[in-house]
Each structure stands twice: as structure tokens, then as C-alpha cells.
């Protein structure tokens, strides 16, 4: 069974820094690319970035681009997504995307940015 | 970047009914779009992909259709169990979502 699980979330300050991560299971992670998606309360949908099974291509929505950094161990299994700079904005559950055209998606982790 | 414009917003419908949701693209996708499914409180669901491809285990009540810039959902027979949120998403150039569709029972 495919299982992405997304950890690291919770109440930040603003201005602070926060890692989730993302533990797969159940499929081959290195053969995957993998992207972070986030949805603010009562909102859509937005996509963060993606990351190609090697790392070697890594895309970023342009206006979060300063503010997001993604990458993987495909050691571990995990992908990780760095958030910077914190803002009210950016409270949202963060998903945890495999596959960029048919997305399978984790259960989400909830981040409140709040002081 | 590619705009995604999903209509509509909100959507009443009774039992039975069918319904469509669409999406147009600020430009030609090829073809390049996925449908979503979310529950309240859950993750999305993908319903169909490549325009008018269903997804496994996807009910055959669920449709995609469409080219170029406009692309549709069409349910069928609506079920309870399809009030949920939609989502189309194109994935031709990078990955855009729309703006969702709230799809309620009347």
C-alpha cells in the first residue's frame, strides 16, 4: 500500500524557520519525482514545487521560491520541504505529492504561523 | 504561467442529477489536466487524468472531457457520496490548479 506521511508541522512564529518531511512507503521512491502542495484554510490549492528522482532538477513556484527549499534521501524513503521566513500566509496543510501529472497525495500536515 | 479558471465556484444539485464542472486554461494544455476529488478533511482524490482518462477504481459515473483551453467534469447520476470538493489541475507547463468547486447536495 502506498503511504506518504508528512510530520514536522505545527505552530511557528513569524519570521521563523520550520522542515517538514514526508516518509514513503509502499512504492519505489527513487523512481519518482515528488512535490509539496499546500492548501490554506478554506482555500485551493497550490503547488510548492518538485523535486526529479536524483535531485538534480528541483522547480519551484516562482513567488515561493525564496522561501521554500525541497529535497529527498531516497536512502530514507523521505522527502523534506525547508520553510524560511514564515508568515501568516503561509499557515496551510502542506501535502506531500508523488508524481507530478497523476498525483497521489499524503494526509497532509497542518502548519499554523501565529505569534 | 498558465491560469486555471474553474467554474463553477459553488454547485447545488439534487440526487440523481448530472453535473459538470469546468475549467479553462489561459492557454492550449494539450490535453494536459487532471481532475480531484476532496472530502472534507481529507487529501485529494484523483478522479481523472490526460483530460478523459479514469483513474482506477474510479466510478464510470465520473467523465472528463474537453481540449485546447476548455475541459469539463461531468458526473452522473449524482451520489451522495460525491459531495466533495473538485479540482482540475494542468500539468502540460509546470502544475496550476483551479480554483476548486464546491459540489453540495440540494
Known amino acids: 500500500e502506498v503511504k506518504l506521511v508528512e510530520s514536522g508541522g505545527g505552530l511557528v512564529q513569524p519570521g521563523r524557520s520550520l522542515k517538514l518531511s514526508c516518509a514513503a512507503s509502499g512504492f519505489s521512491f527513487n523512481d519518482y519525482w515528488m512535490g509539496w502542495v499546500r492548501q490554506a484554510p478554506g482555500k485551493g490549492l497550490e503547488w510548492i514545487g518538485e523535486i526529479n528522482q536524483d535531485s538534480s532538477t528541483i522547480n519551484y513556484t516562482p513567488s515561493l521560491k525564496d522561501k521554500f527549499t525541497i529535497s529527498r534521501d531516497n536512502a530514507q524513503n523521505t522527502l523534506y520541504l525547508q520553510m524560511s521566513k514564515l508568515g501568516s500566509e503561509d499557515t496551510a496543510i502542506y501535502y506531500c505529492a508523488r508524481g507530478l501529472r497523476r498525483v497521489y497525495w499524503g494526509q497532509g500536515v497542518m502548519v499554523t504561523v501565529s505569534s | 504561467d498558465i491560469q486555471m479558471t474553474q467554474s463553477p465556484a459553488s454547485l447545488s444539485a439534487s440526487l440523481g442529477e448530472t453535473v459538470t464542472i469546468e475549467c479553462r486554461a489561459s492557454e492550449d494544455i494539450y490535453n494536459g489536466l487532471a481532475w480531484y476529488q476532496q472530502k472534507p478533511g481529507k487529501s485529494p482524490q484523483l478522479l481523472i487524468y490526460?483530460?478523459?482518462s479514469l483513474h482506477t477504481g474510479v466510478p464510470s459515473r465520473f467523465s472528463g472531457s474537453g481540449s485546447g483551453t476548455q475541459y469539463s467534469l461531468k458526473i452522473n447520476s449524482l451520489q451522495s457520496e460525491d459531495v466533495a470538493s473538485y479540482f482540475c489541475?494542468?500539468?502540460?507547463?509546470?502544475?496550476?490548479f483551479g480554483g476548486g468547486t464546491k459540489l453540495e447536495l440540494k
Open positions: 489541475q494542468q500539468y502540460y507547463d509546470y502544475r496550476t
Open positions: 490526460n483530460a478523459n
